[in-house]
């Protein structure tokens, strides 16, 4: 199967999924997405996996990669240029220390989606957007059973960032069908989520967010 470009793009005035992978994505997990994937709209789908081999990392990442392109949804690597770049990912996720937004942007291309951690840090966000970034991800949020973490932002950086900033910004950390509300009203363009979806029915956690996402009242960013 040919597998086709996929972009993060902002279609919706409210927040869109964008799903991370559990660490252990062998075995049934190619099923797993694609029943996610069928429950309702995902804009992006990243592919983190942790102390495997490139090659390994590669095959594992093929029939997620395909799934994803046959649903239009962006394939997006944690971590790697080069693994995004062996694989014509849709894009890569680079954390603080991941390396540089030029650098990945010289390595894979104008088209390429590249996403930068930001944690609390407006500085940090404002940094990486001057650098080329696509997007800007803030969080954690709430309390994370994926990715603990000591930075705890408060919504209105969202809110801030769509006021002067037309990059996307990502909300990430903790988030739940049940405390998204918050996040969508303050202006997050995408909900990164993962243990929401994987510790359970992924189809029914997908539907239960897409119900969340339509509930919360609109932005405000006037």
Not at 39 to 61: D, S
Not at 94 to 107: F, H, I, K, M, S
Not at 145 to 162: F, V, Y
Not at 174 to 200: E, K, Y
């Amino acid at each position: 199967m040919a597998v086709t470009a996929a972009a993060m793009t902002v279609t919706n005035p409210q927040a869109q999924l964008y799903l991370i992978s559990p660490l252990e994505v062998g075995g049934a997990f190619p099923e797993r997405l694609e029943r996610a994937l069928w429950a309702g709209p995902v804009a992006a789908f990243q592919f983190r996996v942790k102390g495997l081999g490139e090659h390994e990392a590669a095959r594992l990442a093929g029939p997620l990669q395909e799934i994803c392109a046959a649903q239009d949804c962006a394939f997006v690597v944690n971590d790697s240029v080069s693994l995004a770049r062996r694989l014509r990912a849709d894009g890569v996720h680079l954390g603080q220390t991941d390396g540089d937004v030029r650098e990945a942007r010289e390595l894979l291309g104008r088209e390429a989606q590249i996403g930068v951690t930001c944690h609390a840090s407006r500085h940090l966000a404002m940094e990486a957007g001057e650098a080329g970034a696509d997007y800007v991800a803030f969080g954690s949020f709430f309390p994370s059973d994926t990715k603990p973490s000591e930075h705890r932002p408060e919504p209105d950086i969202l809110a801030w960032w769509q006021r002067l900033f037309e990059i996307p910004c990502v909300a990430i950390g903790g988030i739940t069908p049940q405390n998204c509300g918050r996040l969508v009203t303050a202006g997050a363009d995408f909900l990164a989520v993962s243990h929401a979806v994987w510790g359970g029915d992924e189809a029914e956690a997908v539907a239960a967010f897409q119900t969340a996402i339509t509930q919360a009242p609109a932005p405000s960013l006037g």
